[in-house]
């Protein structure tokens, strides 16, 4: 894997607990309480995109490598999204 693919993984990843976070505080900011489940969803939402970023990587060719990116990317940054959740730092 190239360094400029684990690039534009690692900014997508990043992106997605950011504004997983940004989201969570603007509905705060209006008053408004988190979704019931909303963790859940989004750990399952992680493992669906994981799962099909693996087969995405594993049966298309060469030039799919931005769209597989991108698959890495949000499978990456919503695992942890779940995970600074839990920790709290989300």
């Known amino acids: 894997m190239s360094v400029t693919r684990l690039l534009r993984i690692g ?3 990043a992106s997605v607990p950011t ?3 940004m989201s969570q505080e603007i509905a705060r900011m ?9 963790v859940a969803a989004l750990a399952v939402l ?3 995109l994981l799962v099909r970023a693996y087969v995405s990587e594993r049966t298309r060719g ?8 991108l698959q890495w990317g ?3 940054g919503a ?3 779940v995970v600074l959740r839990f920790l709290g730092w989300v």
Do not use: C, H, K, T
């Open 11 to 13: 900014a997508i990843g």
């Open 19 to 21: 504004l997983f976070a």
């Open 30 to 38: 209006r008053g408004q309480e988190p979704a019931p489940g909303l």
């Open 46 to 48: 992680a493992g669906l």
């Open 62 to 69: 060469a030039e799919f490598v931005l769209y597989n990116d």
């Open 74 to 76: 949000l499978a990456v």
């Open 79 to 81: 695992a942890s999204a």
